[in-house]
Structures are given as structure tokens and as C-alpha cells.
């Protein structure tokens, strides 16, 4: 099994920036590809970022793409998602999981508690 531990939420206005992390321990493999997703209140989960298991690889969600960027540090087992140019529309509960398959909406592991991210107008 391999447990997920999402931090560096909080509130922020509109315009501002966060940087999460998602630290992954337990079975944790450098190979497994990794994704970040997002609950608004009364939404389904989504997948907003995905980035392969060494890192050369990204994709993002149309709603994110040029404000958002995913990485990775293998050697520490933690993956991050820095957010620029945050909206409103981002507020939402931020969750990592491992991704079965890249470039998918493919979340193989038991939710962490996530971290939630707060973007004021």
C-alpha cells in the first residue's frame, strides 16, 4: 500500500501563488506516474496535472494549463504543483494519487485527506 500526505494549501487572493506538495511513502516506486486532482464543493474530482514516473512528461487540464506546473523529486518521493495566477474557480480540495496510466484520470491508491486551497476575488 502506499499512503499520500498533501500540504502547502491555504488561502490566497486572486492573482497569488501556492506551491503543494504530495509526499508518497510505503511501497513508493520512482516509476509510478503521478497526478494531482481537485474537488470543489458539489463537483466531482478531477484530474487538473499529470506528470510521468521520471518527470520528462506533463499534461494539464485545459482550465489550468500555463498557470499550473507539476514536478517531481524522485529522490524524496514527493511530487508538487505550483499554481500561479490563481482564480476563484480554483478553490477547491487538493488531492494527489499514483496514476495507473499516464495521461489519465487513474487514480489507483486510497484519497489522502488532501489540502485545501482557498482563492479569494
Not at 500500500?1 to 494549501?9: P, T, Y
Not at 478531477?46 to 518527470?55: C, E, R, T
Request: aromatic share 10%; glycine share 12%; proline share 2%.
Amino acid at each position: 500500500q502506499v499512503q499520500l500526505e498533501e500540504s502547502g494549501g491555504g488561502l490566497v487572493q486572486a492573482g497569488g501563488s501556492l506551491r503543494l506538495s504530495c509526499a508518497v511513502s510505503g511501497r513508493t516506486r520512482s516509476t509510478y506516474n503521478m497526478g494531482w486532482f481537485r474537488q470543489a464543493p458539489g463537483k466531482e474530482r478531477a484530474v487538473v496535472a499529470g506528470i510521468n514516473w521520471n518527470g520528462v512528461s506533463t499534461n494539464y487540464a485545459d482550465s489550468v494549463k500555463g498557470r499550473f506546473t507539476i514536478s517531481r523529486d524522485n529522490a524524496k518521493n514527493t511530487v508538487y504543483l505550483q499554481m500561479n495566477s490563481l482564480k476563484p474557480e480554483d478553490t477547491a480540495v487538493y488531492h494527489c494519487n499514483v496514476l495507473r496510466y499516464y495521461g489519465t484520470n487513474s487514480p489507483v491508491y486510497d484519497w489522502g485527506q488532501g489540502t485545501q486551497v482557498t482563492v479569494s476575488s
